[in-house]
């Protein structure tokens, strides 16, 4: 095989890849249009000190959550989904007795919470790999483990008996909440798409504190 041949193969094998690329992109061009989606998403949240009226203080720690969803695809660009999320994280900080007269107590808990928000998501192209923004809007459940001093009966199964007893109860709240937040999204192919973005969480607790978290966080999702 000569020099001229070589080069002529080496031209069509380029043209021909091409043509398999070019026909690919266009042939997940606008695939998640009127597609349901269902997804995971590991999410690390930042840390966070809260300040409260009287001097109370709250430190809550790095924490790992992780998310499961669902969304539609109105067509390329708008989707609307919804989400669950919890999370488990140490908390610490000092509490002020109402009295005036008594020092601060120091504690420390373990915090639960629990999300559900609703979502929209905005892609700004209907192809393949596309940034993305959303907003969203939710409920979030906390549990401070801090004990209100009330016992409660709580049951359960230990070594495989049934059991009922005496259970501190903790401070415990419901408060909504709500963010936006930018990423990038890339489908693979008409059934597998990935995220990764990082959003802005706001808790509405009271008219003094309204704490934003900052969420990192991965997204592998699956269209059907």
């Known amino acids: 095989m000569n020099n001229k041949t070589s080069t002529k193969l080496i031209k069509l094998s380029l043209l021909l890849l091409v043509v398999i690329c070019t026909n690919t992109k266009a042939a997940l061009h606008d695939s998640r249009v009127k597609k349901w989606e269902f997804f995971l998403a590991p999410q690390a949240i930042n840390s966070k000190n809260l300040q409260f009226e009287h001097g109370g203080e709250t430190n809550i720690s790095k924490r790992s959550s992780l998310a499961i969803g669902f969304g539609y695809n109105l067509n390329s660009n708008i989707e609307l989904g919804g ?3 919890s999370s488990s994280s140490s908390m610490s900080g000092t509490i002020v007795p109402d009295d005036g007269v008594e020092t601060p107590v120091p504690f420390t808990s373990s915090l ?4 559900i928000n609703f979502d929209f998501t905005y892609n700004f192209f209907s192809s393949p790999f596309t940034p993305y923004i959303t907003a969203n809007l939710g409920y979030t459940y906390l549990d401070s ?4 001093g009330n016992i409660g009966t709580g049951c359960g199964w230990y070594f495989g008996w049934y059991y009922c007893g005496p259970v501190a109860q903790t401070f415990t709240t419901s408060e909504f909440n709500y963010g936006a937040g930018l990423g990038l999204r890339y489908d693979f192919n008409r059934k597998l798409y990935m995220k990764g973005g990082v959003s802005k969480n706001i ?3 009271n008219s003094t504190n309204t704490p934003d978290f900052t969420i990192y966080q991965f997204i592998i999702g699956f269209m059907f």
Request: aromatic share 14%.
């Open 83 to 85: 989400r669950f999320s």
């Open 112 to 115: 639960y919470t629990s999300s």
């Open 145 to 148: 483990g801090i004990p209100t």
């Open 203 to 205: 808790l509405d607790i």
